[in-house]
């Protein structure tokens, strides 16, 4: 079984800490509303990792994170995993039609987006959730 | 241009607020050291809206908040959207084998999940962030 996903629309990054984020034409009614969030979780699609080889790793060591031991995938932020689904909390600063200016999107240009949501801190926001010790050591992603 | 998922799991619903995640046993080895988080990002494909008519809809009045304003499916959790895909932050409560026993999966029984991640606090955990009135009188996603 699998699921077939579109690509709504791709990444210029503009800095090391700014991009846009480009909403293709025909996705644009989407994002009616979405100037009353201050954050958003965007979900993309790691195109340089969709590879058969890059599909198939299951552990890998966080390198950013100097792990020196096998990690599995779905315990780290690996781009090598099954689906290449990319995540990050932004802060949306600017929309101008149907661009999106954001900070703190971890993906390259011409990063294909898969789907943008909106943060919602009630449910999405845990300051206390518990961490393993290495993941404190290297970038906050 | 679109991406291809597998899916790697599916969900067992156990009660209103606890679901189990069977990982799929070729991609288990992905799981190891998941036990140290507290919480998870689960990523999983909304399969009932799998439709051609959900999946061309860009615009919804977000239901269960009682919202009359039709509303782009990017600034809400509409399940119908142009990718089906779904986000929860869980509890992670248990790890039996391939099994993952978690809390807040807002998911049907036989959910397909796509993507399994750890939660960051660092950049995950946005306590402050700001959003419509609206969110705040509907259920927390």
Not at 38 to 45: E, M, P, Q, R, T
Not at 46 to 69: G, N, S
Not at 78 to 91: A, F, Y
Not at 99 to 118: N, Q, R, S, W
Request: glycine share 6%; proline share 6%.
């Amino acid at each position: 079984m699998t699921g077939s996903l579109k690509f709504i629309g791709v990444v210029e990054k503009i800095s090391i800490d700014e991009s846009k984020i480009h909403v293709h034409s025909k996705f644009c009614d989407g994002l009616k509303g979405i100037a009353q969030f201050s954050h958003l979780i965007i979900i993309y699609w790691i195109h340089l990792r969709d590879t058969e080889a890059d599909r198939c790793t299951l552990r890998v060591y966080p390198r950013r994170h100097k792990v020196k031991i096998k990690t599995g995938v779905f315990a780290c932020r690996s781009p090598s995993r099954p689906n290449p689904l990319g995540l990050c909390v932004v802060e949306l600063t600017a929309i101008d039609g149907c661009t999106l200016t954001v900070k703190g999107l971890d993906a390259f240009d011409e990063t294909p987006i898969v789907d943008i949501k909106p943060y919602l801190p009630r449910a999405n926001s845990v300051h206390d959730a518990i961490v393993p010790e290495w993941v404190l050591k290297g970038p906050s992603t």
